[in-house]
C-alpha cells in the first residue's frame, strides 16, 4: 500500500549546526503533512505543519519544505540544541476517506552532539 | 489547559487476556484516534471516533474494539491478547474529523507489554 517512509534512520549533527531530516511520501492524493517529534517516553509531539498548496513554511527555528513533483518533504532545524535530540516523524494525510487519519513514516533519529 | 491523557502509563498482561486502555482527549477536542506503535516505528492508525461512533479503521483485526463516551473520552480494548500486540498505544484527540485546522495531539502514550 502507499505509506510515507524517511530516507535516513539516523542522523547526527553538531550542536550549532543546521540539521535537514528528509521524507518521501507515495500518496499523490496527500493534501496535509506534519512533522512530529518525539521524545523517549513521550508521545509525538507537533512541530510544523504544510498543505499541498504551500511549498514552504516557516516556523520558529524550523522550516518544511514540500516538493509534490518529486513527493518529497523535509524539515529543517536552525542552529540545532541537545534539546533537538529525537525521533522525528513526518505524517501525513489526504486523498478521498482520509478524514484526518494519518500516515506515519518510520522516523529518524536526530542526536545532537555537544 | 489539559492535554491528551491516557491511563495506565504500563501494563503487563497475559497473552489470551483481555485489555482496556483509556484516554481524555484534549479540553475542547471532540474525536479520538488510537495508534499502536511498535518500538522502532511509527505509530499505526488503529481507528477513530467522533460523536460516539467508530468512523475509520485501519488494518486491525476485529479482537481490537473502542468506544467514545458522551464527554469525548475513549477506550480502546484489546481481546485475546498475542504477543505481537505489545506496543505503546497512542490516542491523539482533534476538533472535528478531517479538520486540518486541528493537528492531532498525541497523548504518552500507554506502554502494554504481553508475556
Known amino acids: 500500500g502507499e505509506s510515507v517512509g524517511l530516507h535516513l534512520p539516523t542522523l547526527s549533527v553538531q550542536e550549532g549546526d543546521n540539521s535537514i531530516i528528509n521524507c518521501a511520501y507515495s500518496?499523490?492524493?496527500?493534501?496535509?503533512f506534519i512533522w512530529y517529534k518525539q521524545e523517549s517516553g513521550k508521545g509525538p509531539q507537533f512541530i510544523i505543519d504544510?498543505?499541498?498548496?504551500?511549498d514552504k513554511r516557516q516556523g520558529q527555528r524550523v522550516t518544511v519544505l514540500l516538493n509534490k513533483t518529486v513527493k518529497h518533504l523535509s524539515l529543517q532545524i536552525a542552529a540545532t540544541q541537545p534539546g533537538d535530540s529525537a525521533v522525528y516523524f513526518c505524517?501525513?494525510?489526504?486523498?478521498?476517506?482520509?478524514?484526518?487519519?494519518?500516515?506515519f513514516g518510520e522516523g529518524t533519529q536526530l542526536t545532537v552532539n555537544p | 489547559d489539559a492535554g491528551v491523557t491516557q491511563s495506565p502509563t504500563h501494563l503487563i498482561k497475559t497473552r489470551g487476556q483481555q485489555v482496556t486502555l483509556r484516554c481524555s482527549p484534549k479540553?475542547?477536542?471532540?474525536?479520538v484516534s488510537w495508534y499502536q506503535q511498535a518500538l522502532g516505528q511509527g505509530p499505526q492508525f488503529i481507528f477513530q471516533?467522533?460523536?460516539?461512533?467508530?468512523?475509520q479503521r485501519g488494518n486491525f483485526p476485529d479482537r481490537f474494539s473502542g468506544h467514545q463516551f458522551p464527554n469525548y473520552s475513549s477506550e480502546l480494548n484489546v481481546n485475546a491478547l498475542l504477543l505481537g500486540d505489545s506496543a505503546l498505544y497512542l490516542c491523539?484527540?482533534?476538533?472535528?474529523?478531517?479538520?486540518?485546522?486541528?493537528?492531532?495531539?498525541f497523548g504518552n502514550g500507554t506502554r502494554l507489554t504481553v508475556t
Open positions: 491523539a484527540s482533534s476538533l472535528g474529523q478531517g479538520n486540518h485546522n486541528s493537528p492531532l495531539h
Open positions: 500518496n499523490s492524493a496527500s493534501d496535509y
Open positions: 504544510i498543505r499541498s498548496n504551500m
Open positions: 505524517a501525513e494525510t489526504g486523498g478521498e476517506g482520509s478524514g484526518s487519519r494519518l500516515t
Open positions: 479540553s475542547g477536542h471532540d474525536t
Open positions: 471516533y467522533y460523536e460516539e461512533e467508530e468512523r
